[in-house]
Every structure is written in C-alpha cells, then in structure tokens.
C-alpha cells in the first residue's frame, strides 16, 4: 500500500505525489508510470507538469531533451550523463516502438530487458499513451502507478488526473489498482487521518516547454507519416505484380495447356506455377 505521512500539518498536501516519487528514489527504486487517455486530453502535458514539480523539488533540470519518442533516444538519453538519481523522462507514444502486437520483437525484448535491470539506475519515466493494453503486457506488469486523464479546466488551465497505484500479482495474473493514501493531524486535532487521493489537478507545464515539446512532436509525426506513406507505395507495388503475374501464367496456360509445359517454360516447379496461379 502506498502512504504519504505528514507530520506537520501545516504542510501542502495538493502534490503528494510527488513526495511519494521521490519518496521511492531514496529508498533506491525507481518509478515507472503510465499516462494513459484519448487524444487532446493532455496525457504529455500533464507529464511534463509533473516532471516540472519533480525538477523543482530535487533540482535535477527537466528540458525538452528529457522527452523522447522513441526507443533509440530513450537508450541514448539513459546511457548519458544526463541520466542522474532522481531524473525524470517521458516516453511519449511508446506503443508505436513497442507494440502489444509486436510482443517477440527484439525491440520488445530490450525495452523489457531494460525495465528490468535499470532500477539501480533510481529515474522517473513516464508512458504517454491512449491506452495501456496497446504495450506489451511483460511492460505493463512493470508499472508502479497509472494516470488517467479525466478532465481539462480550461478556465483554471488545469488536467483531472485520477493517479493510481499498480500491482501485479503474478500468482493470480492479475493487476491490482489502488489509490494513494495521505496520513495527516488535522488542525486542532490529537489523531492523525488516513485519506485517499482519488484526483489530483495538475497545471499547464511551462510555456517555453510547451512550444518546445509542440515543434518536436510535429517533426515527429512528419518523418512517421513519411515511412507510412513510403511503406503504402512499397505494397501497393507488391500488390500491383501479383495479379500481372497470374494474368501472364493464365494465359500461358491457355496456350500450352498443362502446368507441367507452364513450369518447363517458365524454369520454375509445378507448385510455384499453382502458387502463381492461385496469386500467393
């Protein structure tokens, strides 16, 4: 069960997950979160907020190099010297490098690899992703906590996060979700009080970080359409032989009039003729 105590209750208690997260890295772990909501609910910049708060508490800077899409730069960023006690980085669109679909490719096998060896290394990371079953369940068993956006006030320029503890029990393979509890004397009062902290109301991140994450999105998502579209034409001309070659191998069929002359005329096996035929 995760607590939060405080002992003077004087004391702000709106960011208490963040004293909880940096609670985890002096006792030597590390915190791995998932942000997880539909498009526009502002699962990033939510993130970078709470990246900000950390940054603020313990003064290791978070920039707009701490934010990276995909697996290469998050490899390069923790093998660097930027890669501190206590740094915090965000993963934005993760299932893209590694996909619950793609759940035995070498890249999901270093990402799975990496997650399990680098608690030593004490870092903050959080997924940015619409949902949390598009990764690869051997990530997500992982995971030390969830946040799923529920709201934005455009007025206040806030997010509604409802921020979750994560457990997996590997005896009953089952995820467990629990909300984090605060322990506090209230004013005036001998006994201290136990509370969850269903919701938590997280600020805009800063401006500059704002445009800055914005400009790196875009080039981003320019260079992944531009391999979408690449690899839409590479199909469309596979797509493109496979009937000319049946058309051919038809109509030669048609004018020696056995598979076995076909495939002695084309120097191939009587199964690649029928393989052609049949457009495979």
């Not at 619950?100 to 890249?107: G, H, I, P, T």
């Amino acid at each position: 069960m995760g607590i939060v105590i405080y002992r003077d209750s004087n004391e702000e208690k709106k960011d208490s997950w963040i004293r909880y997260f940096l609670g985890r890295i002096k006792q030597n772990k590390n915190n791995l979160i998932v942000v997880v909501g539909k498009t526009g609910s502002s699962k990033t910049w939510s993130s970078m907020a709470v990246c900000e708060k950390i940054a603020k508490k313990n003064n290791i800077p978070f920039t707009i190099n701490n934010i990276v899409f995909n697996l290469k730069d998050l490899m390069k960023f923790i093998n660097s010297e930027k890669a501190v006690k206590g740094a915090s980085i965000i993963f934005d669109e993760p299932q893209i490098s590694i996909s619950s679909r793609e759940w035995q490719s070498k890249a999901n096998r270093v990402f799975n690899y990496l997650l399990t060896t680098f608690r030593h290394r004490n870092l903050n990371l959080f997924f940015c992703t619409p949902y949390e079953d598009l990764l690869d369940k051997a990530t997500r068993k992982l995971f030390h906590a969830k946040f799923e956006t529920v709201s934005i006030n455009h007025k206040l320029k806030t997010a509604k996060l409802k921020p979750k503890i994560m457990e997996y029990n590997s005896q009953k393979s089952k995820f467990y979700e629990k909300f984090l509890r605060i322990c506090f004397k209230p004013k005036g009062k001998a006994k201290y009080k136990t509370v969850k902290l269903e919701y938590w109301e997280v600020p805009k991140p800063s401006e500059e970080l704002i445009k800055q994450y914005e400009i790196k999105k875009l080039r981003f998502t320019g260079k992944l359409n531009a391999n979408i579209e690449k690899e839409l034409k590479e199909y469309g001309k596979k797509t493109e032989i496979k009937p000319n070659l049946k058309e051919q191998t038809e109509q030669l069929l048609k004018r020696l009039g056995s598979v076995a002359l076909v495939a002695k005329a084309l120097d191939m096996s009587k199964r690649g003729v029928y393989n052609r035929l049949e457009n495979v």
